[in-house]
């Protein structure tokens, strides 16, 4: 079954120069993103909301506008495989998973995706068979109404300089930015200049 505009075989390669490789998830991913766009009424302006921040994320990268950089992509992480689109001024979408009860007729899809199998005993060529071969039958589609925090972006208010570090900071967070109010992710290495 083709993802969208490509065919297995050509995702497959898009997934690997994207993504480092072409991972399972990324390859189910697609058959995924393509089944929720179609769903959508044509001409639709939609956001995304996934529920894994593994493979899925990057399956709609590739396959739609939507982008963590552009802020239509919204990752909440529950651990769950997966993807909704919706009407970005509605939140009235799709949401597509993966239904286990449909992954008897596909042992490899199953091992792999119910983690029963080790990475090691996969057999890889018949897990892309397989992948291929199911395309979006493996998938559960649900209606949904996208919670009001996923639509609309807020705008950056007031643009200060931190007192502490010199970078441009919005005002809003206080008198210094986030980072000097100890939420760095790193200490800096160099010497105090
Ligand atoms: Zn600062």
Known sequence: MNIGAYT???????????????????????????????????????????????????????????????????????????????????????????????LYAYPEIRGWFMKEKPKQAQDVEELEREIEQAGHCICKVQRVQIDKEFLGHGHMGTVSVCSCCGEAYPLEHGSQCLGCQGQAPYTTLDPEA
Do not use: W
């Open 8 to 102: 297995f075989s050509q995702f497959n390669e898009i997934a690997e120069k994207f993504h480092g490789y072409a991972a399972p998830g990324l390859l189910v991913g697609g058959y995924m993103v393509e089944l929720a766009k179609g769903l959508l009424p044509e001409e639709t302006l939609f956001e995304a909301v996934v529920e894994t921040g593994k493979c899925l994320p990057d399956a709609v990268q590739l396959l739609t506008l939507c982008s963590t950089g552009n802020r239509r992509l919204h990752i909440r992480d529950l651990g769950l495989y997966a993807v909704s689109l919706y009407d970005k001024k509605t939140g009235v979408g799709v949401r597509v998973s993966i239904d286990p009860a449909k």
